[in-house]
T-cell receptor, first 114, second 114 residues
């Protein structure tokens, strides 16, 4: 299997611009997670989906952040408008119920907002 | 919020030495996981411990879950340069038993000097 695929790997954008991060989970996995990693705050859960339905978005920092999962093989995390403090590595991850609940992470999207 | 503190934050040792990394919390977890993250990649699961006092070995790595399920340790014997990376513990807070709401620790950045 190809693993969790994220795009773009790197993005540099100006403050105020819209940013869209994309994720393709591992085929057959029914959970999808979006995490954010920074030096100051470590790895934080933003939102997770089960069977394409958002279950818990309590980690989403503010209304500028939104996430969708229109089907089982695709999810997006959108930031609009972006701010410099949003600069971080954003990870998508997926897991399958019952298979030891192992979470598989993508390689991350490195976002820099200037 | 269940905070997981890891110590030390940074560790640099010579190849062949032994080391122990700690993960501590005031909260009880149903399970605890250890991940290793290499530069430019996402975290990769090493082990899951579930039972208080449980010890698991993975080649030169020994993982222990505290009796009260509030803390854990990772011991590496005869460290190798390939062990270099960021080590993250992650706890599954009660009453959850899946991995949907994993709380990640602050991380230990380990460097093994050849």
């Amino acid at each position: 299997d190809a693993g969790v695929i994220q795009s773009p790997r790197h993005e540099v954008t100006e403050m105020g611009q819209e940013v869209t991060l994309r994720c393709k989970p591992i085929s057959g996995h029914d959970y999808l997670f979006w995490y954010r990693q920074t030096m100051m705050r470590g790895l934080e859960l933003l939102i997770y989906f089960n069977n394409n339905v958002p279950i818990d978005d309590s980690g989403m920092p503010e209304d500028r952040f939104s996430a969708k999962m229109p089907n089982a093989s695709f999810s997006t995390l959108k930031i609009q408008p972006s701010e410099p403090r949003d600069s971080a590595v954003y990870f998508c991850a997926s897991s399958c119920t019952g298979a030891g609940n192992t979470i598989y992470f993508g390689e991350g999207s490195w976002l820099t907002v200037v | 919020t269940q905070l997981l503190e890891q110590s030390p934050q940074f560790l640099s040792i010579q190849e062949g030495e032994n080391l122990t990394v700690y993960c501590n919390s005031s909260s009880v977890f149903s399970s605890l996981q250890w991940y290793r993250q290499e530069p430019g990649e996402g975290p990769v699961l090493l082990v899951t411990v579930v039972t208080g006092g449980e010890v698991k070995k993975l080649k030169r790595l020994t993982f222990q879950f505290g009796d009260a399920r509030k803390d854990s340790s990772l011991h590496i014997t005869a460290a190798q340069p390939g062990d270099t990376g960021l080590y993250l513990c992650a706890g599954n807070p009660l009453p959850n038993f899946g991995n949907e709401k994993l709380t990640f620790g602050t991380g230990t950045r380990l460097t093994i000097i050849p």
